[in-house]
């Protein structure tokens, strides 16, 4: 017989001194400094002390979604991969293996803008 799951309420520590309205307001100023989703957790966690946004019963892609600031951080950290490799072939043609790096990456990132786009079309 299954078990079934029980959610546990996350309650706010005393020392968090944020409300919900300024951790949305954070999250959204650090989403204009063109951070993903998942580098503002790391900010809110290392830099305001806020260990969990769940605490204030959000999501953080859900609040970029909302304002349309939500990129995809695959296809963030596919470009930005895809153009280190493109800066060091430049410099090293001799490179086979960055050569071939650099055709799978481009693979990779044409099949996620792919499927972003069929995904966006239904």
């Known amino acids: 017989m299954p078990k079934a799951k029980t959610t546990k309420k996350i ?3 005393v020392w968090l001194k944020y409300t919900k ?10 989403a204009d400094k063109g951070l993903t989703a998942e580098k503002i957790g790391l900010v809110l966690r290392d830099q305001y002390g806020i260990p969990k946004v769940k605490i204030y019963d959000l999501k953080i892609s859900k609040i970029l979604k909302e304002k349309q600031k939500y990129q995809e951080p ?5 470009k930005t991969k895809l153009q280190k490799i493109i800066d060091h ?9 960055s050569e071939r790096s650099l ?8 099949k996620r803008d792919d499927y972003a786009k069929k995904k966006n079309k239904k």
């Open 11 to 13: 309650e706010k520590p």
């Open 103 to 110: 055709m799978i990456t481009k693979a990779k990132l044409k």
């Open 21 to 30: 309205d300024e951790v949305e307001a954070i999250i959204l100023k650090l």
């Open 89 to 97: 072939y430049k410099k090293n043609k001799q490179d086979k293996n």
């Open 74 to 78: 695959t296809n963030i950290n596919l």
